[in-house]
Each structure stands twice: as C-alpha cells, then as structure tokens.
C-alpha cells in the first residue's frame, strides 16, 4: 500500500509541476473532461486516491494528517458528479481569465501536498508484525 501512495504522491506532484510549467495545458485537460463520463471518472480517481491514503495512514509519519486529507479527497471525489459540467466549465472559464498567477499557485499547492504525502509515506512507522 506504501507503493500505491507514493505514486498518488508522484502523481499530484507531476500535475502541480505541469501546472506550473504550462499551466494552461491543465485548463485545456479541465475542459476536456467536463463532461459527464469525465466528471465520473474524475470522481473515481479522488475516491481511489483518498482510499488509498486513508489506508496507508496507519503506516505513516503522518496518520490523522492523512486520514484527514484522504476523508477530504473521498468526499470531494463523491460530490464531484454532483457538481455538475456546466458549472465545472463555468468554473474553468473564470480560472482561465484570471490570469496564470492562481494556477501556479494551486498548482504550488499540489506539489507541497504531493511532497507532504511522499514524506509522511516514505518511511515511518512499520505494521506491527
């Protein structure tokens, strides 16, 4: 389980660098799953994220942290159907006009969060045995 979370780790950190990088190729992906079949799998790809931190939390340096982070991933990931794709585009298109300063900072925030859940999963604590 320490393996699935260090890749969820990597993988937010890849995004968070992309988006500082070339943060609108991340509004173009946005808008490129803000359909109904992309909303749901957007949706699985939070709740199996936020499972996997959730149960990898017992073995980390971090265990309520992730518990926490991972409640919060699998609640967005179920109210992310909800949400609906015309607010999703509508939330896209006030995104990409504000300018690429608030990407960068979300996506600065990503690669804090991946580096966090890469540090607390890395090592620490080993199951009792």
């Known amino acids: 389980m320490r393996t699935a979370a260090l890749l969820v780790s990597?993988?937010?950190?890849?995004?968070?660098?992309?988006?500082?990088?070339?943060?609108?190729?991340?509004?173009?992906?946005?808008?490129?799953?803000?359909?109904?079949?992309?909303?749901?799998?957007i949706a699985a790809l939070r709740v199996a994220?936020?499972?996997?931190?959730?149960?990898?939390?017992?073995?980390?340096?971090?265990?309520?942290?992730?518990?926490?982070?991972g409640t919060i991933v699998v609640v967005a990931g179920l109210g992310t159907?909800?949400?609906?794709?015309e607010r999703t585009r509508a939330i896209l298109d006030w995104v990409s006009t504000q300018g690429t300063a608030l990407e960068r900072v979300g996506a600065g925030l990503a690669v804090v969060i991946g580096g966090l859940i890469a540090f607390a999963?890395?090592?620490?604590?080993?199951p009792k045995s």
Not at 49 to 56: E, K
Not at 121 to 126: A, D, S
């Open 10 to 41: 990597f993988f937010v950190i890849a995004v968070g660098v992309i988006g500082i990088v070339a943060p609108d190729s991340l509004i173009s992906m946005g808008q490129y799953v803000a359909t109904p079949v992309g909303l749901y799998a």
């Open 49 to 69: 994220i936020g499972l996997v931190l959730m149960r990898v939390a017992s073995i980390s340096r971090a265990p309520r942290t992730l518990r926490v982070v």
């Open 81 to 85: 159907p909800l949400f609906g794709v």
């Open 121 to 126: 999963v890395g090592t620490g604590r080993h």
